[in-house]
């Protein structure tokens, strides 16, 4: 993807985000599941996630087509708790570095409390991977999207 389309995509991102996030409190609700800010609504979050999150059914791999849309919406709910808890923090497009695994994807800057001033969260993969752990089998940490958000707090 040149820049300038990376850069749609983000701009893109960024202004559907509230949507998005909508969208993930109204499947929450139809689930049940309270839908907050506080740490025990991102636990009974990640409690939700980690008891539906399905795996495709033609490609036991990967994840069942819909479940890569609420990934990207729970991400960019536990994003945007991050940045109210550190307002320092901030969502940008990162572009320092071609090599980089984040080059070019939405993520997390502004961290203070590391070494790296480049240092950023892709918190949509950091999901993405925990829903393909679950799948696979693999055991998890059973409260991962709170020990992201206070990893980030720690940090930031």
């Known amino acids: 993807m040149t820049r300038k389309q990376a ?12 949507a998005r996030i909508q969208e993930l409190r109204n499947l929450l609700q139809v689930n049940e599941v ?11 979050l990640n409690d939700w996630f980690r008891v539906n999150v399905q795996p495709n059914p033609d490609l036991p791999e990967r994840l069942e ?8 919406d729970v991400a ?3 994003g ?5 808890r550190s307002p320092r923090l ?7 570095g071609k090599k980089n695994m984040a080059y070019q994807r939405h ?8 070494a790296n001033p480049k240092y950023n ?5 950091a999901v993405a991977t925990y829903a393909h752990q679950i799948i696979a089998g693999e055991q998890v940490e059973v409260d991962y999207f709170l020990q992201v958000v206070r990893h980030c707090e720690n940090v930031a």
């Open 65 to 72: 087509n819909i479940w890569y849309a609420v990934v990207n």
């Open 121 to 125: 969260v892709d918190i949509d993969i």
């Open 90 to 96: 901030q969502w940008i497009m990162f572009v320092a």
């Open 80 to 84: 945007d708790i991050i940045i109210l």
């Open 34 to 44: 309270r839908y907050g800010l506080d740490d025990q609504s991102i636990q009974d």
């Open 7 to 18: 850069r749609e995509e983000f701009n893109h991102l960024m202004g559907a985000k509230s």
């Open 76 to 78: 960019l709910h536990l």
């Open 107 to 114: 993520v997390i800057s502004g961290f203070t409390r590391v």
